[in-house]
């Protein structure tokens, strides 16, 4: 009679005085499949395909590169492949390697099981008017962030900024469910205190999304 696997996970195997059978080895086959490593094209082909899945399936999505675990109730990431650094698209006001910290970019990573977005670089801001104001409201993106890298509700974050024209060390940073990133904080020249840095520093900013 079939033989069950020596590590309990559920496979069987024809003993040697079974009778061929090639369906049986079949089935056993495809059962190997589901505690294997599964590779699809992305979360939807692979809901698509694994309608009922099981606790402790592992699919690997190619287009996320997302290695996601079901546990028992959702798909979670529990890994994430290699996560390119993308320069943001700026607003008219603002400009790249404020206080030379580099661009203004962001990325995608899984950082202890949530998929979240982490900024680095700084910004160059001026302001214009009488009183003197920050650009755009301090929204300091041109275009909004792809979906992938937008929160599910308004993220805050503390930003450095320069202390020259500042009388704080620190920005609020919203990131906004909208894709953009707003600096807040700031204030008009004839204000007291006065804060309008000229640069803003995002290098160790990130959010869970």
């Not at 069987?12 to 061929?20: C, E, K, M, Q, R």
């Not at 492949?81 to 700026?90: A, D, E, I, R, Y």
């Not at 300091?140 to 993220?155: D, F, N």
């Amino acid at each position: 009679m079939p033989i069950s696997d020596t590590f309990g996970q559920g496979f069987t195997a024809l003993d040697y005085g079974d009778s061929p059978d090639l369906k049986k080895m079949g089935e056993s086959l495809l059962g190997m499949a589901g505690q294997s490593v599964m590779r699809f094209a992305s979360a939807s082909a692979r809901n698509a395909t694994l309608t009922a899945p099981t606790a402790g399936m592992v699919a690997w999505l190619a287009g996320e590169k997302l290695l996601t675990v079901y546990d028992g109730a959702a798909w979670v990431a529990v890994a994430a492949g290699t996560q390119s650094w993308t320069t943001v698209s700026l607003a008219s006001g603002f400009s790249h390697d404020g206080n030379s910290n580099g661009s203004f970019q962001y990325r995608v990573v899984n950082l202890f099981g949530e998929q979240t977005l982490m900024l680095r670089g700084g910004l160059g801001v001026t302001y214009s008017g009488s009183p003197s104001v920050i650009a755009n409201s301090g929204v300091v993106t041109g275009t909004p962030l792809p979906a992938p890298a937008r929160p599910t509700s308004l993220r805050t974050v503390t930003g450095a900024c320069s202390t020259t024209s500042s009388d704080a060390l620190s920005v609020k940073i919203d990131i906004l469910p909208t894709g953009h990133i707003q600096i807040v904080g700031t204030t008009s020249a004839t204000a007291k205190p006065k804060i309008q840095p000229p640069w803003v520093s995002f290098n160790g900013c990130f959010c869970s999304l």
